[in-house]
């Protein structure tokens, strides 16, 4: 045997852990997400084989285009408040003393059960007795508004909830983009008299949009298939002002028993994060700068 043919039977050995576990858990769900969405299955009985009926009722189904745009305005609110707020607080903890503390007071959210946050912030945002309103009275004299009740503003106050429980996630990816850039960059700029908000922004973001193109791609994925906050605080409503997709989907799976149109509906939701993944991967070669 050849050095080069024992080489790849090595490699081939290494990863061979992960392609069984990514076959098993990932490729065989998939293809059988696929098959059960062009059938009629109530889960118990036989399949039926109905083609693409249940892609098209989706398509013509008031709660999937409702979840559609619920699911799409979340996202709007969510990704680019998130981004945002992580660059600054990573930019402002850069170069403090204790950072590690910081930053692990920041990730802490991060590691806990979207259960448990979703049931503080449904008491924060209790519109009779929650904090928030409490405070609100106290210190300005408003009469907050009712957070979980009101349509317009259910999915902000979900979307509130999301930016505050993922932004250390963010901040810690964009914290390692920072200490990847090289001091001469900012020397150089000091040296030509380049303000401090030049610096950041003729410097600092360009040389962090690569860690910006994966978070936008992670936390857009992400919020496609948020789910846990409004189950847990809403139930999709007020009047199903947070019906998100996954709900619709659990809803068609778990509550109406349909797991054709619930699979069809996972399908479209599939293909719409890996369009939109796509695009993102082609649009970065407009925006995104690797440093030398």
């Known amino acids: 045997m050849n050095k080069q043919l024992s080489e790849r039977l090595w490699g081939f050995g290494f990863i061979l852990p992960q392609l069984v576990g990514l076959t098993i858990f990932a490729f065989i769900p998939l293809v059988s997400a696929f098959a059960l969405s062009m059938m009629k299955w109530d889960g118990f009985g036989a399949k039926q084989f109905v083609g693409l009926d249940n892609f098209i009722g989706q398509f013509q189904s008031p709660d999937f285009r409702l979840a559609l745009w619920n699911t799409a305005w979340y996202t709007l609110l969510v990704v680019p408040a998130g981004i945002i707020l992580a660059i600054l607080v990573a930019v402002a903890l850069n170069k403090v003393r204790g950072k590690v503390i910081y930053r692990l007071f920041y990730y802490m959210p991060v590691v806990t059960s979207s259960i448990a946050v979703s049931i503080v912030w449904l008491w924060l945002l209790n519109s009779e007795f929650g904090i928030i309103n409490v405070y609100l009275m106290q210190w300005f004299g408003i009469h907050g508004p009712d957070w979980l009740t009101n349509r317009s503003l259910v999915i902000p106050s979900i979307a509130m909830l999301s930016v505050w429980w993922g932004l250390g996630g963010n901040m810690v990816l964009f914290l390692a983009g920072l200490q990847g850039i090289s001091p001469s960059y900012y020397e150089a700029a000091q040296m030509d008299g380049a303000t401090k908000f030049r610096q950041f922004w003729h ?57 054709g149109k619930s699979a069809a509906a996972s399908v479209i939701l599939f293909v719409i994060i890996l369009a939109l993944t796509l695009f993102q991967m082609r649009m970065a070669k407009r925006w995104v700068h690797y440093g030398e």
């Open 203 to 259: 410097i600092t973001l360009p040389l962090l949009s690569p860690t910006t193109f994966f978070a936008t791609i992670m936390s857009i994925i992400g919020s496609f298939q948020v789910f846990d906050q409004s189950f847990v605080m809403t139930a999709g409503g007020p009047a199903k002002a947070s019906y998100t997709i996954v709900y619709h989907i659990y809803q068609l799976a778990f509550v109406e028993f349909t797991f």
